[in-house]
């Protein structure tokens, strides 16, 4: 796709413009020809990004935190007062089985409560976006023009003298010994679908050696704004870049007061909490009250507790899939995942197990009847209106609210799956040691543990951190 051309593209649009005809249609456009909701957005910059196209909807969801709590802090920066992190529509990801099914493009509201992730940082949908940009008065597609598009990639060589530096450079897409360096591919989709959005263009790619946390983005965009600028007159435009492969940058502190303020915010779309709920309550006897956990309306209301109980059955999540082969040293056959399970539920005086797993049918029925003298539980869509609403995407999250309510859980080593039913009891306020459990290869077996990252709180007025 040819990049196209800024000037071009001012012009069709000063031509065009029905809106703005006093001037550039993303200056700030004179009062009388313009529609009022428009002047707020004065000096808007756009973050787009995306993600690598092989990676999982858990780490996506982790890269989401490293953009929100930037943006949020980016915010107070006189250019960037107006700044929005654009979310990425979610392509067809590599573990969406299921046919017949819409899954590509999907919006984040699909799965999370915008206004939730919104009163922690300035998020819109990607189509929120597309309507919110073209009342700056693009009347035909392209809506959207991208004026730096930014792919970035890993140094080679991370340490300079053993010492890791933060550092980003512009790259040809040629190494020194001419040979093309694939990620700089500008057709490849590697770094995320993004820019093959039917409505947008890009002006300028860039291929970028990057190595730092979300920090050092800041230092890349003002270089591209200032790039884009050239005087007083333009200083206060509207902007928009995007970033590819962003999950190449690193938390600012992963873990910290700021990271959980914003995966608290991250509470799921309420429809899949209502699903979830109507099956804790129907298969599992279990509400929020008998459960003991907290969970207001707002994620800013919550506070710390360590006194959830849990409804009365044991969650396993039990990863299977790619980890089967691929980690196959630390993936439990079906028996011996089921042999540790049983010795759970008799330890915790449990009878009934909940399993989210992404095994097929076929080794779930298996695994089944390696539960006959317990209650063994699994969730699958109703019916097939609800199939279609949930998505493979919406399943799985199912899967994670109700391990979320579980008296004990135990996830699969290195899943990050597993990662985000951690986070969500300890948001929930259950006992870590109810918690932090991992699956062994074998029985009684010594063997690693996934890590232990407890919640952080701040439970004064955040604003004091910045
Ligand atoms: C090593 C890496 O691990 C990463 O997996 P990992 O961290 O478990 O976790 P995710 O990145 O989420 O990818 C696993 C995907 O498999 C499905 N899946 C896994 N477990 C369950 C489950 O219990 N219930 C349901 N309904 N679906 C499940 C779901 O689509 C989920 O997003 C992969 O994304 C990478 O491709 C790579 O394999």
């Known amino acids: 796709r040819p990049p196209h051309n800024t000037t071009t593209a001012k012009l069709s649009l000063l031509r065009n413009n029905s809106f703005c005809q006093s001037g550039l249609f993303w200056r700030l456009p004179a009062k009388d020809t313009c529609p009022g909701s428009i002047l707020p957005l004065r000096g808007t910059v756009y973050i787009l990004y995306d993600v690598n196209i092989s990676e999982g909807f858990n780490l996506r969801r982790d890269v989401y935190i490293r953009m929100a709590v930037f943006v949020r802090r980016l915010r107070r920066r006189k250019r960037f007062r107006n700044v929005r992190l654009v979310l ?18 999907l919006m984040w509201r699909n799965f999370f409560d915008l206004d939730s992730l919104r009163r922690y940082a300035p998020v819109l ?22 004026s730096q598009a930014f792919r970035l990639t890993h140094y080679e060589i991370m340490k300079e003298q053993g010492i890791f530096r933060d550092k980003y450079e512009r790259i040809t897409p040629e190494d020194s010994n001419g040979r093309r360096i694939e990620a700089c591919n500008e057709n490849s989709v590697s770094g995320g679908p993004l820019l093959q959005q039917r409505l947008l263009r890009y002006d300028r790619y860039h291929c970028v050696r990057f190595q730092g946390s979300a920090g050092l983005l800041e230092r890349m965009l003002r ?112 028996k011996a995942a089921a042999q540790q399970i049983k010795q759970l539920l008799r330890a915790f005086n449990l009878t009934t197990v909940f399993v989210a797993s992404d095994a097929t049918p076929y080794e779930l029925l298996e695994l089944k ?56 009891r300890e948001i929930l306020g259950f006992s870590k040691s109810s918690t932090f459990n991992t699956f062994c290869k074998a029985l009684g077996g010594n ?6 990252w407890p919640i952080v709180w701040n439970d004064e007025d955040d604003e004091r951190f910045y």
């Open 223 to 334: 270089e591209a704004i200032d790039e884009d600028t050239s005087g007083i007159e333009d200083v206060d435009d509207m902007r928009v870049y995007a970033v590819l492969s962003a999950e190449t940058v690193l938390h600012d502190n992963w873990g910290d007061e700021h990271f959980w303020m914003a995966r608290r915010s991250m509470r799921f779309a309420k429809f899949l909490n209502q699903v979830a709920a109507d099956f804790r309550l129907m298969a599992l006897s279990t509400t929020d009250t008998t459960a003991g956990v907290q969970r207001p309306a707002m994620w800013e209301l919550e506070r710390p507790k360590r006194d959830a109980r849990g409804g009365d059955y044991l969650c396993a999540h039990l990863r299977r899939g790619d980890f089967v082969r691929s980690r196959e040293s630390t993936t439990p056959t079906l």
């Open 447 to 452: 063997c690693a543990r996934n890590a232990v």
């Open 88 to 105: 990425p529509p979610w392509p067809r990801l590599y573990h969406w089985h299921s046919h017949g099914l819409n899954q590509s493009d």
């Open 125 to 146: 949908d990607y189509d929120e976006f597309v309507a919110e940009y073209r009342q700056f008065g693009m009347p035909a597609p392209p809506y959207v023009h991208v």
């Open 369 to 424: 009847e390696l539960f006959y003298r317990f209650r063994f539980v699994h969730f699958t869509p109703e019916s097939n209106v609800q199939r279609q609403q949930l998505k493979d995407g919406g399943v799985a999250i199912v899967d994670q609210l109700i391990c979320a309510y579980a008296r004990h859980f135990v996830g699969t080593y290195e899943s990050t799956f597993t990662y985000r039913i951690y986070e969500e």
